[in-house]
Every structure is written in structure tokens, then in C-alpha cells.
């Protein structure tokens, strides 16, 4: 079985996708098993993730994300950014501000240039009391908690998922070692996001993530960013983050409390994979 893929990337993270209309009778059932073996570094394409892409009812944009373990996570940013410009560019997708529709709800795009897509984050969320996050100088929403023997702040925001973003003077310290010791308290549950966040100026920070014990680029830490130096008095609401695989702009709306991340999607490559041979070897 033959299969179309075009490969792109947004801020160093690669995508593989997939036209459900090219795809043989019956390739998409087998996407479970077939997203392991094309986004594999070594024997496969390689990739960050498996998308499918194809029209609803409605006219929205279809859109299945699988990993390289075949399961099927939300949907990032960095991978909605590449599918909307594709989207775009084939015609897939009519007009510069669309939905796309995933198991895990809709997301909504927009088309900014000829290689840059706004992307709706959603609202910043408290992960203590899942209520809606807003500036407010009465509020306070640093935590701290105690690592080998060092008190250290963080402020912890919820995005569909937790992340914790702590403050630090530089950059330069051992990522893995120190992420694994602050991930390993009590307080944060299995999959926190740790995030570390140097601040530049009002409207710029650099950022490094860790995250499922990688360092990474997870583009739903970079909005967590965003609102914990707006809340933390670091930042104004509009910033540009210097991510490990490229920059980033961050807004966050105080009309209805949206965040929206704008950023590249860059073509690398298309080709066309042999399924039953991989299955064969």
C-alpha cells in the first residue's frame, strides 16, 4: 500500500500529513499501526506526529493527530499551524479564518501571511479551582514549594493540561536533571509541563520546556508563559517568545480571555511511503 505524505514543521516540530482522498480504501483504520512505523527517525520518515486531514459536512477541516506510539493526542499548535496553511495552500480550506474540527473539539485559525498562522489557544485556566485565569492586582497566584533544600517559586496555569512556570535569571543550568527533580513533588500530578522562563523586557522572554521527561518546544507551555509574566507583573500581554526551535508571538485578548500564538509553518518535503514493504522487514 502506497501512501502520499507531505512533511512540514513549525518551530523545529514535524509533521507528517495525510489527504484522507489519497489515502487507499481502508489506510485509515490502519493509522494506529502505521504512524509508528512512518514517523520512526531511524526506519520510517520521522516525524512528531501523524495527521489526517480531510472535509466534514459542515465544511470544516477534519483533522485525526496520532504520535509515535499510535495514540491519538490533542492536537498542538505547532501541527494546527502547518495543517492550516497546507489547508490553505490546496484548497482544502476556503478563506483566511476557519475551524478545524478534532476528536478533542474545534480550533480556530486564522491565515496571516504567506507563511505565518494565528492559532485560538483557548483561556488560561487555574489548576486548582479550573476557573478562568484574568489579570488582577489583587490576585495572587505564585505557589512554592521546597527542592533539594531550595524554596522556589512557580506559578501554575492549566491549558487542557498543567504546567508550572518558574522564573529564573538565566538559562543555563541542566534542564533534564533539575525539570525531573521539580516534576517529581507532590505537588504537581503525572504530566505537569515544567516550564522556565528568563525575561528579557515587557515584551519579550525566552523560554525552555520540559515536558514527558524531553526537553521540548510544546507550544501550549509557551501560552502558559505568556500568562504567568502578565499575572506575575513581568510582561505586557503582548510578547514574543524565543523557543528552542524558533519564535513565537503571543497574545492574550482581554475581550474574552483568549490567548492566540501566531508563528511559521514551513514545508520540508513530500514523498510517498510503502506500507506492506515496511511490514515485510
Not at 509533521?15 to 489519497?22: E, H, K, M, P, V
Request: net charge negative; proline share 6%; with cysteine.
Amino acid at each position: 500500500m502506497e501512501i502520499e505524505f507531505l512533511k512540514m514543521q513549525a518551530c523545529g516540530d514535524d509533521s507528517i500529513i495525510l489527504r484522507a482522498s489519497q489515502l487507499p480504501p481502508g489506510a485509515d483504520q490502519l493509522l494506529p499501526a502505521i504512524a509508528p512505523r512512518i514517523l520512526d527517525r531511524s526506519f520510517g520518515v520521522g516525524g512528531t506526529a501523524l495527521l489526517l486531514m480531510g472535509p466534514t459536512e459542515e465544511g470544516e477541516l477534519a483533522v485525526r493527530a496520532f504520535d509515535p506510539q499510535g495514540d491519538e493526542p490533542p492536537l498542538s499548535c505547532h501541527a494546527a499551524r502547518c495543517l492550516a496553511r497546507y489547508a490553505t495552500d490546496s484548497g482544502a480550506a476556503q478563506g483566511q479564518d476557519f475551524m478545524m474540527r478534532t476528536p478533542d473539539g474545534r480550533i480556530r485559525v486564522q491565515i496571516i501571511d504567506s507563511s505565518n498562522v494565528r492559532v485560538d489557544m483557548g483561556m488560561p485556566m487555574s489548576t486548582e479551582t479550573q476557573a478562568e485565569i484574568r489579570e488582577s492586582l489583587k490576585d495572587s497566584f505564585t505557589r512554592s514549594l521546597l527542592v533539594e533544600g531550595r524554596s522556589l517559586s512557580y506559578t501554575p496555569i492549566s491549558l487542557g493540561r498543567s504546567y508550572a512556570m518558574f522564573f529564573v535569571p538565566d538559562l543555563s543550568f541542566p534542564l533534564n536533571r533539575t525539570a525531573r527533580r521539580i516534576s517529581e513533588q507532590p505537588e504537581f500530578p503525572a504530566g505537569t509541563g515544567i516550564g522556565f522562563i528568563k525575561v528579557y523586557s515587557r515584551d519579550e522572554i525566552r523560554l525552555r520546556v520540559w515536558e514527558g521527561g524531553y526537553d521540548s518546544d510544546e507550544c501550549a507551555c509557551a501560552a502558559a508563559a505568556l500568562v504567568a509574566s502578565v499575572v506575575d507583573g513581568f510582561t505586557d500581554r503582548e510578547i514574543f517568545i524565543h523557543l528552542k526551535g524558533g519564535d513565537v508571538f503571543l497574545q492574550w485578548q482581554e475581550s474574552d480571555n483568549h490567548l492566540w500564538l501566531t508563528g511559521p509553518a514551513v514545508y520540508v518535503f513530500t514523498g510517498r511511503y510503502d506500507y506492506e514493504e515496511a511490514e515485510k522487514e
